[in-house]
């Protein structure tokens, strides 16, 4: 019998399988950041341990950084929150102490671990990946095992170079066909998540296939891998093929040479095979996708751009209606209104989900020449890395943002997860690039509509949400 | 780790599906260094009535009277009775530390998001997963009888409830003998240190890459 992608993955970082259905996974790369690691050093401090394999880690700050120029520019002096400022100088300290490399604030490489890792090749094809953060299910873009873990597990693999790991089971979304235009990764995501829900990935590594996601650049599969974890899914894949290994060549890790030539070889064996056999399949047409806008306080209670908000007498059972009744009151919104008649009051292009060259271009795109409208109060757009606002400002997108009405800001995960001064005000509803529209995700009371980048641009200029189609052609 | 042999607690709900790690403990109390702490801020946005900020003093705070966790019958209450998805979103083990700084040291649901489930384990709080049916009927007994207590054996993998009967359960081996034992996982892996070695240098020797020291 064939093997799934996630199989070759598992059995090729197999250290041991043991009788009572654990395993442990050997690791690869850990990505640190400020947030979830600094009680793993202290557990590794108190217990006299060292790191397994130095090399094995990178850092970098992002969650809690400042994305404003003027507080940047002091280094952590401008952190004004002495905790935050005491979380990011307690990841410089540990990472000093037991010498793993460390990318710092205002090195032009910092940026979302998410984007960073990829952009410097620290993250490669056939590697295990963790990191302290849900959203690691990002790197499964370039065929990496990479999941998400908790604090706990930072410090175990620290000391141990090693995960405990049960094998999770292999859940193929296949994605076929044609992308209609203005319909992007993101839109997938949000489809494949309302279609299985929130928990259709639990247990299971999701491998994303079909033409439509062969089609995606690598910042759309990332995009896509990204949610997994919005699906349940701790991890998400991609197979390798031709644009993984164009993209990953040109990244400063990479392996050079005899070693680029050794590490191609091996990498073009990372798919599923033709006769792989998974415990679940889901198929979904790409021409029927439109683009899509949640409405609701989780990542499932989305429709399409056309569609209307839901009524809780079309609920099915007490629990269902229950929450449709909590999330509508808590996001303001009245059942059966259409999404179109919703007015964000503030736009958030962003995050480790969409902060990468590509989405800073197609939010150009949709704004170049017009102006936010003036429903709009706040308009920020956070580029993932600095390499990405080093990219877009030698493009001129910056300027267009900026002529635009919005603000172009320093890297940093931002309004996503709103640890730092970005946040939204209780009632403000937000046009969000990011990943989670929970309760009081992007601030106190703050109201998230999860879109891509051309959408939360078009709703941006049309203080509405409106399919970006309509605002693109309105312009050609 | 604190182990986990036996409990005899009072239940108090968590009446919804799909609760997130962002409701359980919100982000702006991450910035806290420490494990400990979070007890006071568990449900922060629904037990208060005004935004919480980290390292203050809760004790002063307009509470929501009808967040059921402030009501006085679940004062005390060590079993946390929810439904599907419990956990879901973000990795932070703070979710974890917040429910156990609060006073709980189980949860019971339908189904529990994966991170969350494992971030448990590794702190002596444990996940219990039942038929969404039986926590149908355990929810309907909940709010009938004031005080209403349970009591799980780790051990037999059973909850019983008043009336004596005897619900079981389920729960990986590995992760309930380190709460049964209390026992701390790094310490058992390094036991493997050998075993680690030697996979490592053959690991090396296909992907030499990946040992490549990363020059910051």
């Known amino acids: ?476 | 780790m604190r182990a986990f042999q036996r409990l005899e607690g009072v239940v108090a709900p968590m009446d919804r599906a799909n609760v997130d790690t962002d409701l359980i403990i919100p982000k702006q109390f991450l910035k806290s260094i420490r494990r400990t702490g979070f007890g006071p801020n568990l449900f922060d946005e629904l037990r208060y009535l005004d935004e919480g900020q980290p390292d203050s003093d809760c004790s002063g705070r307009p509470l929501n009277a009808d967040f059921p966790l402030n009501f006085p019958r679940y004062e005390g209450a060590s079993i946390l009775l929810t439904r599907e998805n419990f956990g879901c979103g973000s990795s932070r083990e703070h979710a974890p530390w917040a429910l156990d700084g609060a006073g709980f040291r189980a949860v019971i649901a339908p189904s529990f998001a994966d991170i969350f489930r494992s971030n448990c384990f590794k702190n002596g709080l444990l996940p219990v997963v039942l038929e969404a049916e039986r926590v149908e009927q355990l929810f309907a007994q909940m709010y009938e009888t004031e005080g209403f207590s349970l009591v799980i054996d780790l051990e037999q993998q059973v909850v019983e409830t008043p009336d004596g009967e005897t619900i079981a359960f389920e729960t990986e081996e590995f992760g309930r003998n380190c709460l049964l034992e209390g026992l701390d996982d790094i310490g058992i892996t390094l036991q493997n240190e050998a075993v680690i070695r030697d996979f490592e240098r053959q690991h090396q020797a296909r992907c030499p890459w990946v040992f490549e020291t990363l020059e910051v």
């Not at chain 1, 401090?45 to 060292?50: E, F, P, S, V």
């Not at chain 1, 956070?382 to 877009?392: D, F, M, T």
Request: with cysteine; glycine share 10%; hydrophobic share 40%.
């Open chain 1, 1 to 476: 019998m064939g093997k799934t992608l996630y199989d070759k993955l598992w059995e090729s970082h197999l250290v041991e399988a043991r009788d009572d259905g654990t395993a442990l996974i050997y690791i690869d790369r850990q990505l640190l950041h400020e947030v979830t690691s600094p009680q793993a050093f202290e557990g590794l401090r108190l217990a006299g341990r060292q790191p397994w394999r130095i090399s094995a880690n990178i850092a970098v700050p992002d969650h809690n950084v400042s994305t404003k120029a003027k507080e940047r520019a002091q280094g952590l002096a401008g952190v004004k929150d002495q905790v935050s400022r005491i979380q990011l100088q307690t990841l410089d300290d540990n990472c000093a102490e037991y010498q793993i490399p460390e990318i710092p604030l205002n090195d032009v490489r910092q940026g979302i671990v998410h984007v960073m890792g990829p952009e410097q090749g620290a993250t490669l094809p056939g590697m295990t990946i963790v990191c302290g953060d849900s959203h690691t299910s990002t790197h499964g873009a370039m065929a990496a095992l990479a999941h998400g873990i908790g604090t706990s597990e930072v410090e175990h693999v620290l000391a141990t170079g090693c995960l405990i790991q049960r094998k999770m089971k292999n859940f193929r979304v296949s994605v076929e066909g044609e992308l209609p235009v203005g319909v992007t990764g993101k839109d997938i995501a949000l489809a494949i998540v309302g279609e299985i829900g929130t928990a259709g990935g639990t247990g299971c590594a999701i491998e994303f296939a079909g033409s439509a996601v062969r089609g995606l650049t690598m910042e759309g599969r990332m995009t896509l891998c990204n949610m997994a974890i919005e699906a349940g899914a701790r991890a998400g894949l991609v197979a390798v093929d031709d644009q993984t290994l164009r993209y990953v060549s040109q990244t400063p890790f990479a392996p050079r040479d005899a070693q680029w030539d050794q590490a191609e070889t091996y990498w073009r064996t990372l798919h599923s095979d033709a006769d792989a056999v998974f415990d679940r399949e889901v198929v979904l047409d790409a021409a029927a996708i439109q683009p899509q806008v949640t409405w609701g306080t989780s990542p499932e209670m989305v429709t399409a751009i056309s569609g209307r908000v839901p009524r809780p007498e079309d609920m099915e059972t007490d629990t269902a209606r229950q929450g449709l009744e909590r999330a509508l009151s808590y996001m303001g919104l009245e059942p059966g209104m259409l999404i179109t008649d919703i007015r964000p009051d503030v736009i958030f292009i962003g995050s480790c989900t969409n902060s990468r060259i590509e989405d800073m271009r197609a939010a150009a795109a949709v704004l170049k020449g017009k102006r936010v409208a003036a429903n709009i109060t706040q308009a920020l757009v956070v580029p993932g890395s600095g390499l990405v606002k080093k990219q877009a400002e030698a493009e001129g997108l910056d300027q267009v943002f900026k002529d635009a009405g919005m603000e172009w800001r320093e890297p940093g995960c931002s309004m996503c997860l709103a640890m730092n001064a970005d946040k939204l005000e209780p009632g403000q509803r937000c046009a969000s690039t990011s990943n989670r529209n929970f309760e009081g995700r992007q601030g106190f009371g703050g109201r998230t509509h999860l879109v891509s980048p051309a959408m939360a641009a078009a709703a941006a200029v049309a203080g509405h949400f409106t399919d970006v189609r309509d605002v693109m052609e309105a312009t050609s």
